[in-house]
């Protein structure tokens, strides 16, 4: 097999780098003495909590973000938690979570003009007791409280990559 031969199948199976970049609005769903809890849930025929513009559906067919869940501490205005669920589509009675096959890395622009925070390697964010990417860490914590702002809602806009 000739050099051009093996850069050809090497190029095909590395795959295809696909982006999608959304505007996310939570919605305060809970303020109580230990937290605030910010929250998008997409439920049967997208009603729910908060919104997500444009659905992550219309680029890959067969995938949904149904939750994204920020937990803010209300003494230190810090963040304590983030989460993110994928769904199959069509969605299956119940819905069960799943892992996101390719997702290669997370953006979560700032909401203050501040540089974008980037997980390169959401994979090993993956909670299988939970089934979500549990993408809390004291980088992001520290970031979010500089970078994202919020009062009745919190609203960023969120990019994903992933291969296919």
Same mark, same amino acid.
């Given at each position: ?7 050809? *199948?090497?190029?095909?199976?590395a795959g295809?780098?696909?982006n ?6 939570l919605?305060?769903?809970?303020a109580? !003495?230990d937290?605030y809890?910010?929250d998008y849930?997409r439920?049967?025929q ?7 513009f444009p659905?992550l559906q219309? @680029? ?7 939750? !994204?869940? *920020? @937990?803010v501490?209300?003494?230190t =205005?810090? *963040?304590?938690g983030?989460?993110?669920? =994928?769904y199959?589509l069509?969605?299956?009675a119940?819905?069960t979570a799943?892992? =996101?096959?390719g997702?290669?890395? *997370?953006?979560?622009?700032s909401?203050?003009?501040?540089e974008p925070f ?17 993408l809390?860490s004291?980088?992001l ?7 994202l702002s ?9 990019e994903?990559?992933w291969y296919?």
């Amino acid at each position: 097999m000739g050099l051009s031969s093996k850069l050809i *199948l090497a190029s095909k199976k590395a795959g295809t780098l696909v982006n999608w970049q959304g505007d996310v609005s939570l919605t305060l769903i809970y303020a109580g !003495v230990d937290g605030y809890v910010y929250d998008y849930t997409r439920a049967y025929q997208d009603e729910g909590e908060g919104s997500l513009f444009p659905l992550l559906q219309t @680029v890959k067919s067969d995938t949904q973000i149904y939750n !994204v869940t *920020l @937990v803010v501490d209300t003494i230190t =205005f810090m *963040l304590t938690g983030a989460a993110l669920y =994928f769904y199959n589509l069509p969605e299956p009675a119940p819905p069960t979570a799943k892992r =996101f096959a390719g997702l290669s890395s *997370l953006i979560i622009h700032s909401t203050t003009g501040g540089e974008p925070f980037t997980i390169s390697d959401v994979q090993s964010c993956w909670d299988n007791t939970n089934m979500c990417y549990d993408l809390f860490s004291e980088d992001l914590a520290n970031w979010g409280y500089t970078n994202l702002s919020a009062a009745g809602e919190l609203e960023f806009t969120l990019e994903l990559e992933w291969y296919e």
